[in-house]
């Protein structure tokens, strides 16, 4: 029985996101969609991957199904499965089927958690084909031109192991992600945070201290959400370096060294 097209509404994004352009990955993600072609988004977290593809929904007028992956997530959480209710099977699409079947832009997040057993359904969906295999239902179903497939992963700290696979990379049109330019960051911070433009620039100076830590052991640097949500904190009232300490030191490691060098750096500026 064919399955009918789920109401996207509410996957709808209505009112334009507050995007801050960082080179032409706009242009380059709308010609992509006109093509058919799948988007790859890497870079390290928090810094706007997300944010940009509710834009590019926007602009494109598109639903937008997210899908936070994770080393559990199955083929079925992806693609559906069949439910018990009332004492029948009852087929119910998963966030990728649902967006192929709507013609929605399904943004898989940092892909290369999932298994490798679940990411070989996409490839057929990523390349000509356009096709996404229902295997328990036996159904064959072709992406509609709005269907857009959109991956993102973090190649600094995801290991070499779990890479994504050269077959699977190569299906993709792929835009490089790094914490915005200094100026960039701190209009973002300031708009964001909600923060007067001095506090946004000293933030903003904080997280570059921190990302040269990478050397010394830190994982990653504090990243534009982070510094948002320290802007947040410091927006209702608390202490500069307290919001600091709890929104950025504590947040990137256990690290008692680490913990003291972050402090360091945060008394410098404040
Ligand atoms: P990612 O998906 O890369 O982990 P997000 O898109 O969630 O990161 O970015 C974190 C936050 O930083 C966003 O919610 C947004 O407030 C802000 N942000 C980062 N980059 C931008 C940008 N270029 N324009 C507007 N906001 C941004």
Redesign the pocket.
């Known amino acids: 029985m064919p399955t009918p097209r789920m109401n996207l509404d509410a996957y709808q994004i209505d009112t334009e996101p507050?995007?801050?352009?960082?080179g032409q990955e706009i242009a380059i993600a709308e010609a992509a969609y006109h093509d058919g072609t799948p988007l790859l988004l890497k870079?390290?977290?928090?810094?706007?991957?997300?944010?940009?593809m509710q834009y590019l929904a926007w602009r494109l007028q598109r639903p937008l199904v997210t899908v936070s992956c994770h080393d559990d997530l199955s083929t079925s959480d992806l693609v559906g499965r069949y439910l018990i209710r009332s004492g029948e099977a009852v087929w119910t699409d998963g966030p990728l089927t649902m967006a192929v079947r709507a013609g929605a832009i399904c943004y898989l997040?940092e892909i290369v958690e999932a298994r490798k057993d679940t990411t070989v359904v996409i490839h057929p969906l990523a390349d000509d084909r356009r096709q996404l295999p229902i295997e328990k239902r036996g159904e064959l179903l072709t992406a509609p031109p709005e269907f857009m497939l959109a991956i993102?992963y973090n190649p600094g700290y995801q290991s070499v192991l779990k890479d994504l696979k050269t077959s699977t990379r190569q299906r993709f049109v792929a835009l490089s992600?790094d914490y915005?330019e200094p100026d960039?960051e701190v209009e973002?911070v300031c708009?964001?945070g909600g923060l007067a433009p001095e506090m946004a620039k000293s933030l903003v100076k904080l997280a570059v201290m921190t990302r040269g830590l990478k050397d010394s052991g830190l994982v990653e640097g504090a990243?534009?959400?982070l510094l948002?949500l320290a802007g947040q904190l410091i927006g209702r009232g608390i202490e500069v370096k307290t919001a600091c300490r709890a929104a950025i030191s504590e947040a990137l490691t256990d690290d008692r060294e680490l913990l003291a060098a972050l402090d360091e750096m945060v008394s410098s500026l404040f």
Do not use: A, H, N, V
């Open positions: 507050f995007y801050l352009s960082t870079g390290p977290t928090g810094c706007g991957k997300t944010r940009f997040d993102s992600f915005p960039k973002i708009r964001e990243s534009t959400r948002i």
